[in-house]
């Protein structure tokens, strides 16, 4: 009796041993889909993410075309030049100016009377073409002004 229990015995530690040795294949497969499902949730929250920097881009971008194009029509005067086009980059900047006062002559500071120049509020529409984005356009007020006469009283 004592060698068949011993024969049990040695046969339980054998089949512990072997069973002991890796991985069974249902937890092969348990392993393999949890990794499964953690890889697919995070690409899904790096596409979300990478959208999301693309559309922050982009918004930049046209902030900065919107930046230049208004530093550059301040430095326009309606007055003299009411239409015109450039190029900033990649974007084009079409402008148009419409006079909404009449002119009107300007004051001079030292002597207290009319000077030489006639100022007046223009509207500006301008309108930005890019290359992939639609066009944009805004709409701004300046004063423009022209020499009406020159310095000496003639005009």
Known sequence: ??????????????????????????????????????GG?????????????????AAESRIHVLQNARE???LKN??????GE???????VMWSSHP???ATPVISNHAGREGSFKAQLFKTTVTIQGTTEPDYV????????????DFTGTQ
Do not use: C, D
């Open 41 to 57: 949730m995070l690409l899904s929250w790096l596409n979300t993410n990478l959208t999301a920097i693309s559309r922050i881009e």
């Open 100 to 102: 909404l006062t009449k």
């Open 1 to 38: 009796m004592k060698r068949a229990a011993k024969l049990r015995m040695s046969r339980t530690i054998k089949s512990q041993r072997y069973n002991n040795l890796g991985f069974t294949l249902l937890e092969t497969m348990v392993a393999l889909s949890l990794f499964a499902v953690i």
């Open 78 to 83: 309606p007055g003299i030049e009411p239409q």
């Open 72 to 74: 550059y029509l301040a």
């Open 138 to 149: 805004f709409v701004i007020e300046q004063i423009g002004y022209r020499q009406y006469r």
């Open 86 to 92: 450039i190029l900033l980059g990649e974007h084009k």
